[in-house]
């Protein structure tokens, strides 16, 4: 199984899961995030991924998430 954003096999991506547990744990953080966003700005998912991979200070394992899921829903 690989990772479907980084493409890494082998034991870090556990069985029946898409992502390595780098990129798992970054969609974790976004979609927990996601609430305190939808709450404060109204805005919804697509919005939402569209300002964090735009935003700077973004760290790049979350826009790779991010664009990920822009992407594939
Ligand atoms: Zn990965």
Redesign the pocket.
Known sequence: MK??????MGEE?EEGKE??N??AEAERRLREHFKVWAERTGLGWQGYLEAIVKNERTGTLVKETATYLLQNG
């Open positions: 990772c479907k954003i980084c493409g890494k991506v992502m390595c780098r990129h």
